[in-house]
């Protein structure tokens, strides 16, 4: 059993920047594949980064690459999302995923898992940008 805890969210202005983190209770941290995804209010939630096992490969969606960045410590079970130049688009629950059933990342040429075949999820946490 997995368990993740979000932090770190809260209210930023428009170009401002929050940094979320993830804890993980797992003791095979090291070999999870590592998602952040985001749900707007009336939305469905939508990929916005994740991470290979070592943090060697980095993924981003477009709507948040070069502003955005994701990245891990295994030493302390937690991966974290820095989060610059903040859009009210942006505002969205917030939620970290582990995906166990890869070998911690995408094999050549493979696709992003979809939300539905991450293992585990945390409660989320409320992002808000203000114009």
């Known amino acids: 059993q997995v368990q993740l805890v979000e932090s770190g969210g809260g209210l930023a202005q428009a170009g401002g920047s929050l940094k979320l983190s993830c804890a993980a209770s797992?003791?095979?941290?090291?070999?999870?594949?590592m998602g952040w995804f985001r749900q707007g209010s009336g939305k469905e939630r939508e990929f916005v980064s994740a991470?290979?096992?070592?943090?060697?490969?980095?993924y981003y969606a477009d709507s948040v690459k070069g502003r955005f960045s994701i990245s891990r410590d295994n030493a302390k079970n937690t991966v974290y999302l820095q989060m610059n130049s903040l859009k009210p688009e942006d505002t969205a629950v917030y939620y970290c995923?582990?995906?166990?059933?890869?070998?911690?990342?995408?094999?050549?040429?493979?696709?992003?898992?979809?939300?539905?075949?991450?293992?585990?999820w945390g409660q989320g946490t409320q992002v808000t940008v203000s114009s």
């Open positions: 995923a582990a995906e166990l059933k890869l070998g911690g990342d995408l094999p050549i040429g493979g696709d992003l898992p979809k939300t539905g075949e991450y293992d585990y």
């Open positions: 797992g003791r095979t941290f090291r070999s999870y594949f």
């Open positions: 991470i290979s096992w070592n943090g060697g490969r980095t």
